[in-house]
């Protein structure tokens, strides 16, 4: 079996940590160096570190604070945010990072999964999917405009993952701020197809809410796809994180303020879960 991971995340505004809830109402949460030499000691899997205004501004990661990050880390990086080219996604790469992560430059131009992954190995794409549940299927061609009516009948044909034939989960980029109309089930096949490696999927409606991760869209997506699922998302106590690999069925769990403001430390989320039987690494 193979063992699930525990995710910090650095949402990075401005070389600052941040944390906020459904993608605003940003607080500091602390230096990013600081905080990834923490989660290193404390026994992180891994650590994903998301420049979270990039796209939103129009500009680069940061690479300068990668860089720094990097050189505190002997755990595998992921990076995202504002990768927009294949000069880009290198640039992340060579300052360290082992992985990079992209939503909204897929989504305006879903080649640009192929090619990364042509180029630098799908063990190094991780596509991220920014999911709010929507109610109302026939009215999501006015509610976004966008892309709408290209995944019609994607839509349509996707089985409802939370039971309810109106419910369905549409993909948002630039932070969470910009609807798509495209289907997050639909989207995740096709980025399979074109060679993303793992997904990190977070529920704009959970997110900083601590109420735990959606695990129906988590459920859904697993059972759609053959790719590791990162839960990210929701997650206040270590009940969470179990749900989400118990009924969620992802491989490892992305989490920020119970681990920022040491609520629940590494070591003790990590007990909780080997007590009842989730394999975790030391």
Not at 56 to 65: A, Q, S
Not at 145 to 154: L, T
Not at 275 to 282: D, F, K, L, S, T
């Amino acid at each position: 079996m193979v063992a699930k991971r525990i995710i910090p995340c650095l949402d990075v505004d401005a070389g600052r940590v941040v944390k906020g809830i459904q993608f605003q109402h940003l607080k500091d949460a602390g230096d990013p160096v600081q905080q990834a030499r923490r989660y290193r000691d404390e026994g992180a899997d891994e650590l994903v570190f998301l420049d979270i205004t990039a796209s939103v501004e129009k500009r680069k990661t940061l690479v300068e604070m990668v860089q720094k990050v990097a050189r505190t880390l002997d755990i595998p990086f992921t990076v995202g945010g504002g990768i927009r080219t294949l000069d880009d996604a290198r640039a992340i790469l060579s300052s360290g990072a082992d992985k990079i992560s992209v939503n909204t430059a897929a989504v305006q131009r879903p080649e640009f999964i192929a090619e990364l992954a042509d180029m630098f190995g799908t063990q190094c794409v991780v596509l991220a999917i920014d999911a709010k549940r929507r109610l109302g299927r026939g009215n999501r061609r006015a509610e976004t405009g966008e892309r709408a009516a290209n995944v019609e009948s994607d839509i349509a044909r996707e089985a409802s993952p939370t039971g309810d034939p109106e419910v369905w989960f549409e993909v948002y980029t630039y932070g969470g701020r910009r609807p798509t109309g495209r289907d997050a089930l639909a989207w995740a096949a096709e980025a399979e197809r074109l060679g993303a490696g793992e997904l990190l999927v977070t529920s704009i409606d959970r997110d900083g809410t601590e109420t735990g991760y959606d695990v129906d869209l988590l459920a859904a997506l697993a059972a759609r796809v053959n790719l590791p699922i990162i839960a990210s998302g929701g997650c206040g106590r270590p009940e969470h994180i179990y749900e989400a690999f118990v009924r969620g069925r992802a491989d490892a769990a992305l989490a920020a303020s119970i681990f920022h403001f040491h609520r629940y430390p590494i070591p003790v989320v990590k007990r909780f879960l080997r007590q009842r039987g989730i394999e975790v690494r030391p």
